[in-house]
Nanobody, 122 residues
Framework: QLQFVESGGGLVQPGGSLRLSCVVS????????MGWFRQAPGKEREGVSC????????KYAESVKGRFTVSRDNAKNTVYLQMNSLKPEDTGIYYC???????????????WGQGTQVTVSS
């Protein structure tokens, strides 16, 4: 059974930083690209970043490029998202998922985790 458990969100002021983590189970972690998606209030879920198995290839959405850094630890079945210089428009629920480098989910039938709420506000 596929499981994605996200954590690390919170309330932060503009310009601040957060580090998200996602522990996964139910599949062979280092067989898949992994990434992050987010859903802002009233908007559709969008791809934020995706990292290849060995980290050789990474894709970011234009809106986060230069501010966010995705990484993974295959020994821990964990993917991370370091978010710096946060802006109010980064507010939303963040989810991890298997992905492709075009920032689409690997399979639409994969379940979503509970996500982790990120709120950027002064």
């Amino acid at each position: 059974q596929l499981q994605f458990v996200e954590s690390g969100g919170g309330l932060v002021q503009p310009g601040g930083s957060l580090r998200l983590s996602c522990v996964v189970s139910g599949f062979t972690f280092d067989d898949y690209l992994m990434g992050w998606f987010r859903q802002a209030p009233g908007k559709e879920r969008e791809g934020v970043s995706c990292i290849s198995v060995r980290g050789s290839f990474i894709k970011y959405a234009e809106s986060v490029k230069g501010r966010f850094t995705v990484s993974r630890d295959n020994a821990k079945n964990t993917v991370y998202l370091q978010m710096n210089s946060l802006k109010p428009e980064d507010t939303g629920i963040y989810y991890c998922a298997r992905c492709f480098l075009n920032l689409r989910r690997h399979r639409n039938s994969d379940p979503w985790g509970q996500g982790t709420q990120v709120t950027v506000s002064s």
